[in-house]
């Protein structure tokens, strides 16, 4: 590996150690040379996101936005035709040739982040659905070359992954999201259950809307977990460990009563490298 690479990778596994805790543990139970590729594949999601997430990106500064938002995926582009502009984007494009991601798989999540610059909000489930497919199903079929799965058939769980990734990232961040003008719950649902997201307060409709898009999440985690047995061991103790410990966000968000707007819900660092450790030795669960 030439020193460029190798800084470029040291670079994603500290995006990731830095931002993506979840994902930095359970990489650590792949071989290093798979381990890696999550770092990268993390890593372009993360700068990309951190785009259209910076403070007032799509509020005051929009216009800015799209552009850094174009250049990055043109500083991309560059480096999967051999040009790249830094190390960090010579370490990505490395992993995107040497695993054969499809190079669609971009054009969708970029599509998706080129959305958080014009929609504030979903009304139905199936319009949220639709905004998730570039955002988060995208990555775990991202994620499948890097993890060779055992039998083509593991695709669909790990798109449901990435859609309860995703959904847990929705309820848990509410209130970021509202500081960003945005609502990733569904418009229909709120509206069903007379919650409104916008009053900050956790009275019973937000309860209710909570614990309905709670068990909905549970049930793309129970779909995703069908996945797990379909991996070589140690892409299935990769998997089970992010899967156990995001899932687990669920239930932080019911002991803080609902509450996603005073403050975020976390699993702790120590629960992290526990539950690593002992998927480790007893490796993942196959049933929810």
Request: net charge negative; hydrophobic share 45%.
């Amino acid at each position: 590996m030439t020193p460029e690479l190798a800084a470029g990778y040291a670079e994603c596994a500290r995006l990731t150690r830095a931002y993506g805790t979840t994902y930095y543990w359970g990489a650590a139970l792949l071989p290093s040379a798979q381990r890696r590729h999550v770092y990268a594949i993390y890593a372009l999601c993360r700068l990309a996101d951190d785009i259209v997430d910076a403070d007032g990106a799509t509020t005051v500064r929009a216009a800015d936005t799209a552009h850094q938002l174009t250049a990055f995926r043109d500083g991309f582009d560059a480096a999967l035709a051999g040009d790249p502009r830094d190390a960090t984007l010579a370490a990505i494009a490395h992993t995107v040739r040497e695993t054969g991601i499809e190079r669609e798989c971009f054009d969708r999540f970029f599509g998706a982040m080129a959305l958080d610059l014009t929609v504030a909000g979903y009304r139905t489930w199936a319009d949220l659905c639709g905004y998730m497919e570039g955002s988060a199903a995208v990555i775990g079929e991202m994620m499948l070359p890097v993890l060779q799965p055992l039998t083509p058939d593991a695709k669909e769980p790990a798109r449901a992954l990435g859609f309860a990734f995703q959904l847990t990232n929705f309820l848990r961040d509410v209130g970021e999201d509202l500081d960003r003008g945005r609502v990733y719950l569904p418009a229909d649902d709120l509206a069903r259950f007379g919650a409104d997201p916008w009053r900050r307060v956790v009275d019973q409709p937000w309860r209710e809307v909570m614990a309905f898009e709670i068990a909905r999440n549970r049930e793309l985690y129970a779909l995703a977990r069908t996945g797990v047995a379909m991996l070589p061991p140690a892409s299935a103790r990769c998997v089970g460990t992010a899967l156990d410990l995001y899932s687990r966000i669920l239930e932080r968000i019911e002991s803080r009563d609902y509450d996603v707007f005073s403050g975020r819900a976390r699993v702790p660092t120590w629960r992290k490298a526990v539950t690593a450790a002992s998927i480790l030795v007893a490796g993942p669960r196959q049933v929810a």
